[in-house]
């Protein structure tokens, strides 16, 4: 595929394929730190080699399939993590050294991402604000972990502040991009805002590294296995180009008039778009 051929929905395809073999080797380091203690705790590292495969099929029921198969990873990972120490206890204390509870749900994110691939279509601009809602959520997810995480040595450097921050502009900023998507001053600002926050990640994963690096430890593996998170400040980054594909969609699909979800022509395409992929499904 040439380049000028690229689209925010193959974009976003891609993405999804990614971070799905991606979090195969996140999940591994994560629970090695217990020994997978639980069987159950193979299963999203499983999971995350067989879906990128499955999704290279190209059939849409197996989207589908892959698609809310994550979303409940996601949820159950979640309620797993919780289980951990949360629901022993109900103490702040306990939500924030008990093992990442808000981690998981990237699993679901990725599943809705998928399901809304092949719901909405990609030429609309409910798609692509839709895609910057997922984003957004995923920066609220953030900001949570950001909290905790440093809440755990309780902010000694004060530039572990600056995620949390960064975070919570993320939230915002994108709220009023999914809301406002005609708005090409907003859009510029949120771009600008989701540069920043690329620069923000490779900071954070960078001082993460420095610090593993000068903690003391049998050998590198064991210090970033108990050190601290190296690819969790890559979330900034990895959110940001979500976002990005969002925005992409946005201008695009103002740039040809579709700006308006409940245009008699934004209704047209809708109908033509399922019924096209109806009759590809039967055929």
Do not use: K
């Not at 067989?50 to 197996?62: D, E, F, G, Q, W």
């Not at 420095?210 to 590198?220: C, M, N, Q, T, Y």
């Not at 992409?248 to 209704?267: D, F, I, K």
């Amino acid at each position: 595929m040439r380049i000028r051929d690229l689209r925010p929905l193959v974009a976003a395809e891609a993405f999804a394929i990614v971070n799905l073999g991606f979090l195969a080797v996140d999940v591994w380091l994560a629970h090695s730190t217990n020994r997978f203690e639980r069987p159950v705790e193979w299963l999203p590292v499983g999971f995350s080699i067989a879906a990128p495969l499955l999704l290279l099929i190209r059939a849409r029921i197996v989207g589908f399939l892959v698609g809310w198969t994550s979303v409940l990873v996601g949820v159950a990972g979640m309620v797993f993590h919780l289980q951990s120490h949360f629901f022993e206890e109900q103490t702040i204390r306990n939500l924030v050294y008990t093992a990442p509870f808000i981690a998981p749900l990237a699993y679901t994110g990725i599943g809705l991402l998928l399901i809304l691939d092949r719901m909405v279509d990609a030429d609309s601009v409910e798609w692509a604000q839709w895609v910057v809602f997922l984003a957004l959520g995923g920066f609220a997810g953030n900001f949570v972990l950001s909290l905790a995480d440093h809440a755990q040595n309780g902010f000694f450097n004060r530039a572990e502040w600056v995620p949390v921050v960064a975070a919570a502009a993320g939230v915002g900023f994108l709220l009023l991009a999914a809301l406002r998507p005609a708005d090409a001053l907003l859009r510029r600002v949120t771009l600008w805002l989701l540069a920043a926050e690329i620069l923000i990640g490779m900071a954070g994963f960078l001082l993460h590294l420095r610090a593993d690096f000068a903690r003391p430890g049998e050998s590198l593996f064991s210090r970033l296995l108990y050190g601290a998170p190296v690819f969790a400040p890559l979330l900034f980054a990895n959110l940001s180009l979500l976002a990005g594909i969002g925005m992409w969609g946005m201008v695009l699909s103002c740039s040809h008039g579709h700006h308006s979800p409940n245009r008699p022509e934004a209704r047209e395409r809708r109908e033509e778009h399922h019924s096209r992929r109806s009759s590809r499904d039967i055929s």
